[in-house]
T-cell receptor
Framework: DTAVSQTPKYLVTQMGNDKSIKCEQNLGHDTMYWYKQDSKKFLKIMFSYNNKELIINETVPNRFSPKSPDKAHLNLHINSLELGDSAVYFC??????????????FGPGTRLTVL | AQSVTQLGSHVSVSEGALVLLRCNYSSSVPPYLFWYVQYPNQGLQLLLKYTTGATLVKGINGFEAEFKKSETSFHLTKPSAHMSDAAEYFCAVSTSGSARQLTFGSGTQLTVLP
């Protein structure tokens, strides 16, 4: 059983298109995250939701909109894709952001390529 | 504010040799420290973490790390490298507070030579 799953694994699209990446966790966790990993492997948090409520919203263009229909799902919608959006996007979850030292469990990543 | 510095973006060791990956953190409050490993084309997996208590932390696959407050360090070690240890390693820090945001270092690519 996959703990944190993402679809699709690969996404190739043209500039200007709108795309979505889906994430689901079956761990019963309260908190979910989206990270962006650039070509130099640098990982930066984008968003965090705790029980469907937005907690962290880093400096991310408003073309990126997270949506959490329930606490097991956190989807990422991207409008008007740009070349610089090409990266690997990771979803993660943790038991509860408020618990000290909560481990984050990561999905396998979605490699987005914008042409 | 918190930050993490990983010294050495690339480290090469021979199979059977000691692995030492360096991590220094900056935090104005007591930190929680993590090491994650990323194998090619995969997500991140937790190796070990320090929250409170014993400063020498043992993790999976024979790795361990020691929290040294005076040096603000959390270096990762393994006595004997194996070919399967080749991967990208990330040190991360979080602190108490409403967000408990996890901040990652820039990563260290470990190569194990036969």
């Amino acid at each position: 059983d996959t703990a944190v799953s993402q679809t699709p694994k690969y996404l190739v699209t043209q500039m200007g298109n709108d795309k979505s990446i889906k994430c689901e966790q079956n761990l019963g966790h309260d908190t979910m995250y989206w990270y962006k990993q650039d070509s130099k492997k640098f990982l930066k948090i984008m968003f965090s939701y705790n029980n469907k409520e937005l907690i962290i919203n880093e400096t991310v263009p408003n073309r990126f909109s997270p949506k959490s229909p329930d606490k097991a799902h956190l989807n990422l919608h991207i409008n008007s894709l740009e070349l610089g959006d090409s990266a690997v996007y990771f979803c993660a979850s943790s038991q509860n952001m408020g618990l000290a030292g909560s481990e984050q469990f990561f999905g396998p990543g979605t490699r987005l390529t914008v042409l | 504010a918190q930050s993490v510095t990983q010294l050495g973006s690339h480290v090469s060791v021979s199979e059977g040799a000691l692995v030492l990956l360096r991590c220094n953190y900056s935090s104005s409050v007591p930190p929680y420290l993590f090491w994650y490993v990323q194998y090619p084309n995969q997500g991140l997996q937790l190796l070990l973490k320090y929250t409170t208590g014993a400063t020498l932390v043992k993790g999976i696959n024979g790795f361990e790390a020691e929290f040294k407050k005076s040096e603000t360090s959390f270096h990762l070690t393994k006595p004997s490298a194996h070919m399967s240890d080749a991967a990208e390693y990330f040190c991360a820090v979080s602190t108490s507070g409403s967000a408990r945001q996890l901040t990652f270092g820039s990563g260290t690519q470990l190569t194990v030579l036969p």
